[in-house]
């Protein structure tokens, strides 16, 4: 199913957690996190994630914008091997996004507009994933974006999704991850923090093809989302129209063998910045903008 703009800005953050260091603990009991962050004063949606106006059109270009897809194709071009199983394409792409991504503010998601963008928005996911693809940087959301366009480039189907994870202490903050079919079942994997918990050391593949009782764990997404009465009425009823997943019934029976993560060196931010910054001054002073 092709995703265009994506409408819920409650969970639609500039990055998944404001405190990047509070990641992830595995609680001991869901029912007594659920409760806990039920009893929270301040739910953990931000009235600053609401996209910018332009963004949440569907009347957009049919297909994947030109400088989005031809990095994919470029990535692609790198994994793909003559018969390739759909397990290990989905592999490939997961590898590759812990190989060569970091988990930073996403930058220069406006270039679009200068490489064939003109004035027609682009869906979320794209522009979402135009970071991590490009500049190998992003947040959960940039991470879950990239993979999911990269699984599909590379055969697979796969879907983007919304939710909530449960931090070390135990509320709840946004998050993004994605799932893919594989062989026919749906398994949910979690490239933002599987490279949380993997930097610099193994990776264990923790967040990698796994079903719905696993991922109930550590995260809440569509139906039980909707049950948990965090939101309002118009939020439930945009994750029933959109975002229910499909189900996942199992966790994968082939789990990878650990590896030692090849680290991307860290980008020189700053030095990116100024560079997409003079490609876009260029740009509007070449076309008097």
């Known amino acids: ?3 265009f703009c994506f409408l ?3 969970l639609m953050l500039s990055g998944c957690f ?6 992830l603990s595995e609680p001991e009991s869901t029912v007594s996190h659920e409760e806990n962050a039920i009893s929270q004063s301040s739910i953990p949606f931000s009235s600053e994630s609401v996209l910018p106006e332009e963004w949440q059109q569907e009347d957009v270009v049919d297909g994947i914008h030109p400088f989005v897809k031809s990095r994919l194709q470029e990535i692609a071009s790198m994994l793909l091997t003559l018969d390739m199983s759909e397990y290990a394409r989905a592999k490939a792409a997961f590898d590759y996004v812990l190989d060569n991504m970091t988990r930073e503010e996403a930058v220069g998601q406006e270039l679009w507009r200068i490489h064939g ?3 027609t928005p682009i869906p979320y996911l794209e522009q979402r994933a135009l970071s991590p693809l490009h500049f190998g940087i992003g947040m959960c959301e940039d991470y879950a974006a990239a993979l999911t366009l990269l699984l599909r480039e590379l055969g697979l189907e796969a879907e983007y999704v919304p939710g909530l994870l449960y931090t070390v202490e135990g509320t709840l903050a946004d998050h993004a991850w994605t799932v893919v079919r594989i062989d026919g079942t749906w398994y949910h994997l979690d490239s933002h923090l599987e490279d949380y918990i993997s930097r610099g050391r193994t990776v264990r593949y923790r967040y990698f093809l796994h079903g719905d009782q696993t991922f109930a764990v550590t995260h809440v997404w569509g139906q039980r989302l909707i049950n948990m009465r965090l939101l309002s009425q118009e939020q439930n009823e945009e994750i029933a129209a959109r975002y229910i997943p499909p189900a996942c ?3 994968s029976p082939n ?6 993560m090849q ?3 860290m980008p020189d931010l700053d030095g990116l910045k100024e560079q997409i910054n003079a490609e876009i001054n260029a740009y509007q002073q070449q076309n008097g903008l």
């Open 249 to 251: 019934p199992q966790d």
């Open 8 to 10: 819920l800005s409650f």
């Open 18 to 23: 404001a405190k990047r260091e509070a990641y």
């Open 1 to 3: 199913m092709k995703l």
């Open 263 to 265: 680290e991307a060196p």
């Open 255 to 260: 789990p990878p063998q650990a590896r030692t």
């Open 117 to 119: 963008g003109g004035d």
